[in-house]
């Protein structure tokens, strides 16, 4: 009896060692994301280091790199992406294999540079430092993944530590060693999703030669078709409130005097631009801001792109003026007692400042050549591509107006 006690105890033993052991092991599943398949490994499992539970959850996060990855900034990033949401499983080991810390410090090296072109930083979801390091891996029994044409960083500073040695024996100053080490050769190229066009036509960053896709990476397209409704029905919405406004103010114009009639000036500069929008809505994206697979940039000639440019631009900027001078009228007669005729007696200086100054404002910018479509929206407007345009023409514009 007692020997069978024994051997019932051995055998819920053992038992109770395998049901934990297959309990520990992670449960390997093949990889579904569209981003990470064919990318050197099929199977992943989870949670990964981010606790995501599965692969729906884990997608919905590293898809937001999708246009990064397109830019090509780093050949690969797509591998370091999806090594960290879609963590490389192998039978028999239990724990998650993580990208190596050299492919996020290289990945970090090529990419950062490119998104703080745009005012993004390096995200801290993509930190390096928590990541386990190639000439670690025997000594810690942690595997890490990197493509076989990973950088050592080791290897780099053993060659910096040489030079710098000779250097010194050398009697040379080290302190421009970064620049000695510098590929002479090295520029920034034209890749996807940009296209290569004329040097003199357009650039994008400190690449010339360079242009915009006609639409955005950002956006697929149910995103572009629920961008032109949501354009559509303001838009409409918009046009239909200006203008009943304004068909107020046209049926009985003496009923309105200063200082409210500016308020109707304001909804017809608002109705003018929402014709703008519809304008795009109805010629459709590519018709208005596209030539052939790239942006519009430095738009001179007649076309759609101009007339809705002029529209929301011009009456744009139209409109803020008439909202300055509502707010100066209304001061005079409520501040400083003024009648309506004794505004009223302003009114030609309110109209040629309303109309001029956008005016000129308008023809400098198709003189210049700065007119340009967005690649999000479809709408031809002035600083889409170009930051310095936007703050010249745009933002500083603005300021003028409001002093």
């Known amino acids: 009896m ?21 309990h520990c092991m992670r449960t390997c599943e093949p ?8 990318i050197g490994y099929n199977m992943t499992s989870y949670p990964n280091s981010y606790g995501h539970e599965n692969q729906a959850e884990a997608g919905l996060e590293v898809h937001q790199f999708y246009p990064l990855v397109e830019v090509g900034c780093y050949a690969h990033l797509k591998f370091f992406l999806c090594a960290l949401y879609t963590p490389i499983c192998q039978a028999n080991y239990d724990k998650m294999v993580m ?13 950062s540079p490119l998104m703080q072109q745009y005012g993004f930083k390096w995200p801290a979801t993509l930190s390096c430092d928590q990541l386990p390091r190639m000439s670690d891996q025997q000594a810690t029994g942690n595997i890490c993944a990197a493509p076989p044409d990973t950088p050592d960083p080791s290897l780099s500073e053993k060659s910096l530590n040489v030079y710098a040695s ?12 970064g620049i000695d080490t510098v590929d002479e050769h090295c520029k920034c190229r034209c890749v996807r999703p940009f296209h290569v ?12 030669g360079c242009s915009y896709p006609c639409y955005s990476p950002a956006l697929d ?70 030539d052939s697979w790239t942006i519009r940039s430095s738009a001179q000639q007649l076309n759609l792109c101009q007339l809705v440019f002029v529209l929301v631009y011009f009456f744009g900027m139209a409109g803020s003026v008439w909202w300055v001078l509502l707010s100066l009228t209304w001061v005079l007669a409520a501040a400083s007692k003024w009648s309506s005729e004794a505004i ?29 479509g967005d690649p999000m929206t479809g709408i031809c407007y002035v600083g889409n591509t170009n930051v310095t345009n936007l703050q010249i023409f745009v933002l500083r514009s603005f300021l003028l107006i409001s002093l």
């Open 99 to 111: 990208p190596c810390m050299e492919v996020c410090l290289e990945a970090k090296k090529r990419c």
């Open 197 to 208: 066009v004329s040097e003199d036509i357009s650039s994008v960053g400190n690449v010339s």
């Open 344 to 372: 009223a007696g302003y009114a030609n200086y309110f109209h040629l400042t309303a109309w001029l100054l956008p005016a000129i404002q308008t023809i400098t910018v198709i003189v210049v050549g700065a007119v340009d």
């Open 2 to 22: 007692d020997i069978l006690m024994r051997n019932a105890r051995v055998i819920v033993g053992v038992f109770w060692i395998v049901v934990t052991s297959s």
């Open 221 to 290: 397209m149910n995103d572009q078709k629920f961008l032109s409704t949501w354009l559509a029905v303001w838009s409409g919405t918009c046009f239909i409130l200006s203008s009943f406004t304004f068909l107020t103010f046209l049926i009985q114009p003496e009923r309105f005097q200063y200082p409210e009639r500016p308020i109707f000036m304001l909804a017809f500069c608002q109705m003018m631009v929402a014709v703008g929008f519809m304008i795009r809505v109805f010629a459709g994206h590519a018709n208005v801001a596209c």
């Open 31 to 38: 990889i579904s994301l569209a981003l990470c398949k064919g």
């Open 166 to 177: 000779n250097a010194a024996n050398r009697h040379e100053s080290t302190a421009v060693i």
